[in-house]
C-alpha cells in the first residue's frame, strides 16, 4: 500500500481526466436494477471525486481510505463546495481512516462502491477475500456491491506501450512500468514534476512515486465473491451494463447480499 503523502497534492490534478461522470453514472443505473440506497460506503475514496458528488445529490455517504493525506484533500473539497453547488436536500459525509480489508461501520449500508481500480492495489487473493468477507459484513441484507477492476490484459497492453509521457505548463512525469507476467502484477514507477510557488517565483519539485497493481483472472473474482457469501454475482464491462467481451478494458461487479 502507498501513503500517497506528496502523491495526495497532485493527485487531482493527473486525475483530472479520469472518467469521474462515467462511474457516477454507471452506479446510479445499477442502483435503477438493483435498488436505490440511502446509505453507501466508498472503499478507497481518494480525495473524494466520486464521494462528494454523491454527497452533494442526498446520499449518506462513508469516505473510506487508507491514507490521511487522500482524506485531509477530500475533507478540503468537501469544506470548500459552494453552498450553491449542493442541493437543499444534500446528504452528508463521513471520513474515515481504514483499511478496505478490514473496514467496518456502527451501521450496514445500503450499498458499497469501490471504483478507479481500487481492488487492483490489493496484491495478494487473500487481501481481495478479506476485503470482501468486510464488505459482506458491513452491507445489509439485499444491498449491492459495486467495483471495477483492470483485466490482466491491460496489464499486458501497460507494459507494452510504456514509456508514458506527460509534459504541461504546471506539472510533468514520466512513467515506466515492468510486468511479471507470471503473478500478473506490474510495478509503475513515476518521476513527477509539479510547479509550486508564485508565478513570478515558481520552481519545479521532483519526486518519485512507485504504485503496484496486480490483476486477477475475472472468474477467480467471481467466485470469491460467492465464497464470501453473496448470493448473485453479475459482470458488466467498460460502463455498461452488458457482458463483457475479450477486449474490455475495465470489469466491473455487481454483487448482491
Known amino acids: 500500500m502507498n501513503a500517497y503523502r506528496q502523491f495526495a497534492t497532485v493527485y487531482d490534478r493527473l486525475m483530472a481526466d479520469m472518467?469521474?461522470?462515467?462511474?457516477?453514472?454507471?452506479?446510479?443505473?445499477?442502483?435503477?436494477?438493483?435498488?436505490?440506497?440511502?446509505?453507501?460506503?466508498?472503499?478507497?475514496?481518494?480525495?473524494?471525486?466520486?464521494?462528494?458528488p454523491l454527497a452533494r445529490s442526498g446520499f449518506t455517504v462513508y469516505g473510506i481510505d487508507l491514507s490521511a493525506d487522500m482524506l485531509t484533500a477530500a475533507r478540503g473539497k468537501w469544506e470548500e463546495t459552494p453552498q450553491q453547488a449542493i442541493?437543499?436536500?444534500?446528504?452528508?459525509?463521513?471520513?474515515?481512516?481504514?483499511?478496505?480489508?478490514?473496514?467496518?461501520?456502527p451501521e450496514p449500508v445500503d450499498s458499497v462502491i469501490s471504483f478507479c481500480d481500487c481492488l487492483n492495489y490489493l496484491l495478494e487473493e487473500e487481501d481481495i477475500e478479506a476485503t470482501f468477507a468486510s464488505t459482506f459484513a458491513g452491507l445489509r441484507n439485499g444491498g449491492v456491491f459495486l467495483f471495477d477492476v483492470l483485466p490482466p490484459s491491460l496489464l499486458v497492453?501497460?507494459?507494452?506501450?510504456?514509456?508514458?509521457?506527460?509534459?504541461?505548463?504546471?506539472?510533468?512525469?514520466?512513467w515506466t512500468s515492468e510486468l511479471d507476467r507470471d503473478r500478473m502484477e506490474i510495478e509503475h514507477r513515476l518521476t513527477i514534476f509539479s510547479r509550486e510557488g508564485p508565478e513570478r517565483d515558481a520552481r519545479f519539485v521532483r519526486f518519485e512515486e512507485t504504485h503496484?497493481?496486480?490483476a486477477y483472472d475475472p472468474d477467480w473474482i467471481a467466485g470469491a465473491l460467492r465464497r464470501a457469501g453473496f448470493s448473485?454475482?453479475?459482470?458488466?464491462?467498460?460502463?455498461?451494463?452488458k457482458p463483457p467481451g475479450p477486449h474490455a478494458e475495465r470489469l466491473f461487479y455487481a454483487a448482491v447480499k
Do not use: K
Open 157 to 174: 497492453r501497460y507494459a507494452e506501450e510504456q514509456p508514458f509521457v506527460l509534459d504541461e505548463r504546471d506539472i510533468a512525469y514520466i
Open 19 to 52: 472518467p469521474y461522470p462515467e462511474w457516477l453514472r454507471f452506479a446510479r443505473e445499477c442502483w435503477e436494477r438493483y435498488g436505490m440506497p440511502a446509505t453507501v460506503a466508498d472503499l478507497g475514496c481518494g480525495t473524494g471525486s466520486i464521494a462528494i
Open 232 to 241: 448473485r454475482v453479475d459482470r458488466y464491462a467498460d460502463f455498461q451494463l
Open 212 to 214: 503496484v497493481q496486480r
Open 87 to 105: 442541493r437543499p436536500h444534500a446528504g452528508s459525509i463521513r471520513w474515515l481512516q481504514q483499511d478496505m480489508r478490514n473496514w467496518e461501520l
